[in-house]
């Protein structure tokens, strides 16, 4: 019989797997994230990752659109794309109930989305990302209100303002700069993208000379030149109100998406080994109108997971493992077995996370095992406990053992875990 080939035991390339500890650290990320969202009164929602093709041509960006994007015909013959990112869903599904929804709308989801890129650090190909809008709301308020959100979920967990800081422009800056050098309408959007490539562009001067001749000197100076605005001061001050004061004005944030109108903005991580752009977003005050409804004025943010792990790691931020399980429950011999089982039903009744372990190994193993898997205490059925009734539960981190009744065990847990 011909051998078989082994399957390989790596992911699709650009995607992860999150083993328990990774999983661990991605759901402290999201808890942070979705209480943050919901201290200022946001609500979540939902949508498949499938939407049809036609929902982001023109109005996302062509290089999304045409190069990153993972498309297929599916068997009925429409052309379907994996989501590369949420705002176009976001849209869509409050055009579809403007008349019904309250507004402002307040929503926020974590969706994972799509971008077939060459994966690097801080780019994949799926990842996570906390989404967070308010629709309905054109004034500088909402504005600050997103950013203070996304400042929030970084102090949520634990960083410094020093940490990070807010670089904030406004695409009518952008849009009035284009007006007194000249550029085309019909350049804007491919010269904003070539804006937002520059960091990582080597030949970003000759590139942008291509397309606009000899207003690329004249482009590159005014944007130098222009500091701030009025209204990106008047958000500052309402920023600082709100206590946050690591925002700067940085013309050179353009953002990619071709839907931003107003305001946009850039966090950056501000450590020396890190320095890059950790999330963003900016206003769009005409994507709605888009599906032929009126025009509601709107403005969020995106936060992936993958630049704030590589945040938190590099300002030791992570959080240490625990597993959710509090207790292992071994068994010294398999006449105990039922006993046991009978025990971790009793506790879960009040709220202990058990695993039994049925392993049949010496018990000095079965131990061995729980240190390991980080689980806090032990306790270990026999005879002895089957008769008496009463179990010595040993803190593994301490070494110390207390015997106690079924009944005092929850309690001894809930306490020494505090
Ligand atoms: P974006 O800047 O394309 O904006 O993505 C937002 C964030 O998602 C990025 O700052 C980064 O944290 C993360 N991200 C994007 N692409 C990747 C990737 N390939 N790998 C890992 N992380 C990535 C948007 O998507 C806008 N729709 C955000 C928005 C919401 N604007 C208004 N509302």
Not at 85 to 109: C, D, G, Q, S
Not at 150 to 168: K, N, P, Q, T, Y
Not at 206 to 235: H, M, N
Request: charged share 30%; with cysteine.
């Amino acid at each position: 019989m011909a051998k078989r080939e082994k399957l390989s035991m790596e992911p699709y390339k650009g995607v992860r797997d999150f083993y328990p500890e990774d999983q661990f650290i991605q759901r402290y990320l999201f808890e942070h994230m979705e209480r943050v969202c919901e201290l200022f009164g946001y609500e979540e929602y939902a949508a498949s990752v499938l939407e049809p093709s036609e929902l982001y041509r023109s109005k996302t960006s062509e290089e999304i659109v045409n190069e990153q994007t993972y498309t297929f015909t599916d068997r009925g013959d429409r052309e379907v794309t994996l989501r590369p990112e949420m705002t176009p869903t976001l849209a869509r599904m409050v055009a579809a109930r403007a008349r019904e929804i309250p507004f402002p709308a307040r929503w926020y989801t974590i969706a994972n989305v799509f971008r077939y890129e060459r994966p690097q650090k801080g780019r994949l190909r799926e990842h996570w990302q906390l989404n967070a809008d308010i629709v309905g709301s054109p004034g500088v308020e909402a504005d600050a209100e997103v950013i203070a959100m996304a400042h929030g979920i970084l102090r949520s967990m634990s960083a410094e303002e020093r940490d990070f800081e807010i670089r904030v422009s406004d695409r009518r800056i952008l849009d009035a700069i284009y007006d007194s050098v000249g550029i085309e309408a019909g350049q804007r959007a491919a010269v904003t993208h070539i804006l937002d490539r520059r960091a990582k562009m080597d030949d970003f001067e000759k590139e942008l000379g291509e397309l606009v001749d000899s207003s690329a000197q004249k482009l590159i100076e005014e944007l130098e030149r222009t500091t701030s605005s009025a209204y990106l001061e008047d958000l500052r001050v309402k920023l600082g109100h709100m206590g946050i004061n690591n925002m700067i004005v940085d013309t050179k944030i353009t953002r990619g998406f071709d839907y931003y109108t107003g305001m946009v903005f850039e966090v950056f991580d501000t450590d020396e080994n890190n320095r890059r752009s950790l999330f963003g977003g900016g206003r769009y005050d005409n994507l709605l109108a888009s599906f032929g409804g009126g025009s509601i004025p709107a403005v969020g943010f995106g936060m992936g997971d993958v630049t704030a792990r590589d945040f938190l790691e590099a300002h030791n931020l992570l959080p240490v493992y625990a597993p959710a399980t509090e207790l292992m429950i071994a068994i010294v011999e398999t006449d105990a077995t039922a006993h046991a089982v009978q025990l971790a039903q009793s506790l879960r009744r009040e709220d202990v996370t058990i695993a039994v372990n049925f392993s049949g190994k010496r018990i000095g193993d079965q131990i061995k095992q729980a240190d390991k898997m980080r689980i806090p205490f032990v306790i270990a059925v026999g005879a002895k406990e089957r008769e008496s009734g009463r179990y010595a539960v040993k803190n593994l981190a301490t070494g110390n053992e207390i015997t106690l009744p079924a009944d005092r065990i929850a309690e001894h847990l809930f306490s020494s875990l505090g």
